[in-house]
C-alpha cells in the first residue's frame, strides 16, 4: 500500500479522494438508477387531493393493484380510471404509505419521473417561466428589495407553488431588482401573479375599515367546507353565476374600528334589517362586491366576518371555476396584504422543457466529442499515448467535481452555468497544453523546475480570470451569475486540485 500511495503521490490521491466525494454528492448514498414510480412535484393547496393526502415529494409506485414504473403508466392508468365521470375509490401507493382517493375527476398533481441524480436544473433546461422585476416610479434599496421578496415568497407560498426561486438581484448601475422563477408555469400565469399590487380595503361609505395582511386580518379560512367554499350557482341573462363565502377574522383593533364606524349608521329605511352603509370590498381600487351589514352589528366588536364574491361564465363550470378562482386570489391578498410597491415586469420570459432536455443531450455529445478530439489531436502533437489518457480524465474529472460541488450547495445549473462549464474545460485544456510543453523543453532545466514554471503561468493566468469574472455577478440583473460562479468554481478546482495532479501525471510520464 505504502509502494501504491508513493508511486501516486499525494496529489493524485487528492484529486481521486475530491473525485469519489463528488460522485456520492451527485448520485447520493442510495443512487435512483433503478428506482420505479413517479415524483409529485406539485400539489394544489385547494384541490381534493392535497386534501386526502397527496402531497410534494411522495414516490407513486403504484395504483389500486398496477405498478408504476413511469410517467407513461402513471397518464395511462389515471385516463383510464377517470374516463367515466363517475365517483371512483383510487388508491395511490406511496413508498411508505397508501393513499385513498375518492374522486370522480383526475387528481390535480403535476408528476415527473424521479431524478437519477441530485443536481439541479434551473428554469433554462427544467422549463418554466422568469420575470424581471422591479417597482414602478422609485428606486429601491437592497433593504427593501429583500423586504419585497419576502412577500413575493409568501403570496406564491399561499397559491401552493412549490418550485419556485425568488431572490434579489442587482446590475452594474447600482439598481436592485427581483428575480422570480417558477418552473412549470406559463408567462401568463406569473403575470398574473405579480403584475398587481393586490390591494384589499374594506370600506364602509369613505372610511377604510380594515386590509388585507396580518395586521388587520389574523386568519383567513380556507380548504374549509364549513366555513368557505362556492354557496350558489345560477343560470343568468349571460350565462351563469356562482356566489362563493368565506370566513375572516379581524384583529382587535380592526374589530373596534369597525364598531366605531357601523356604531355612526342609520337603520336602512327600505330595508330596515339593515344598516344604512354596505361594506364595499376592493380589490386594487376596484369594487369587488357590496355586503349588507345586519343591524344586530350596530357598534358591536365582531371580530369573525363574512367575505363574498361571484364568478361568471358561459357555462355552469366556468362559472364555478371562475369563482373558485376568484375566492383564492382574494383569499391570498387577506393573508399576505398587498404588495409594498407596484411592480413592472422588466423581462418576462419562458421556455420548454422539452428544448432544455434537447439542449442538456447536445451539449454532453458536443462536450465529449471536444474532449476525444482534444485528446488525438494531443497524442499527434506530443506523440504519448498517456499524456492524452491523463488529459482526457484530467479534464472529465473537473466536470464531475464541478457538478458534485453544484450538487453539494444545491446550486441550480441555467444555461449561463453550462456556458461557464464550457469555458472552464477549454480553460483547462489551455493550461494542461501549457504543461505539456514546458515538460517537453530542453533538458537545462529538471523536470519539476519545469513544472514549477508551468505552474506560475497557470496561477497568473487564474488570477486574471478571476478577476475578470467577477463583475459578471452583478451584470445583466445577475442574470450571468451562473456562468461567473461556474467559471470561478470551475477553475478554482483546477488550480487546486486537478492541475496540480496532472503536474504529478506528466512528471512521472517524463521521468
Sequence with gaps: MEEIQMKLGFRIWLLIIVLALSLLSIFGLSPAFFQEGVLITNVDQNSSAFEQGLKQGQIIVGIDDEKIDGIEDFSKIVLEKFSSNENVKTIFKTQDSEIIFYSDEIPEVIVSEIPKTNIMLGLDLEGGSRALVQAQEKKLSSSEVGDLVKVISNRLDVYGIADMNVRSVSDLSGDNYVLIEIA??????????????????????????????????????????????????????????????????????????????????????????????????????????????????????????????????????????????????????????????????????????????????????????????????????????????????TSISEIIIILGVASFIEWNLDLPSIAGILATIGTGIDSQIIILDEAKQGMFLSIKQRMKRAFAIILGTYFTAVVALLPLLWAGAGLLKGFAITTILGISVGVLITRPAFTDMVKRIEE
Excluded: W
Design 184 to 393: 412549470g408555469a406559463t408567462p401568463k400565469d406569473l403575470e398574473e401573479l405579480i403584475s398587481k399590487q393586490g390591494k384589499f380595503e374594506a370600506k364602509i361609505g369613505n372610511e377604510t375599515v380594515f386590509v388585507g395582511g396580518d395586521k388587520d386580518v389574523t386568519s383567513v379560512c380556507r380548504n374549509d367546507a364549513t366555513c368557505a367554499g362556492i354557496d350558489t350557482c345560477q343560470k343568468s341573462e349571460t350565462g351563469y353565476f356562482c356566489r362563493f363565502k368565506f370566513s375572516i377574522f379581524l384583529s382587535e383593533e380592526a374589530a373596534n374600528k369597525h364598531a366605531n364606524v357601523t356604531g355612526g349608521l342609520e337603520i336602512n329605511v327600505e330595508n330596515p334589517e339593515y344598516l344604512s352603509e354596505k361594506l364595499d370590498l376592493y380589490l386594487d381600487d376596484n369594487l369587488v362586491d357590496s355586503l349588507f351589514i345586519g343591524k344586530g352589528l350596530k357598534g358591536r366588536v365582531e371580530t369573525q366576518i363574512v367575505i363574498s364574491g361571484s364568478g361568471t361564465g358561459e357555462i355552469q363550470s366556468e362559472a364555478y371555476e371562475d369563482a373558485e378562482k376568484s375566492m383564492h386570489k382574494l383569499q391570498t391578498v387577506l393573508i399576505t396584504g398587498s404588495l409594498p410597491y407596484k411592480l413592472e415586469i422588466v423581462k418576462l420570459d419562458t421556455i420548454s422543457p422539452t428544448l432544455g432536455k434537447e439542449f442538456i443531450k447536445s451539449i454532453f455529445l458536443a462536450g465529449l466529442a471536444a474532449l476525444i478530439a482534444v485528446s488525438i489531436v494531443v497524442f499527434f502533437r506530443y506523440k504519448k499515448f498517456k499524456s492524452s489518457i491523463a488529459l482526457l480524465i
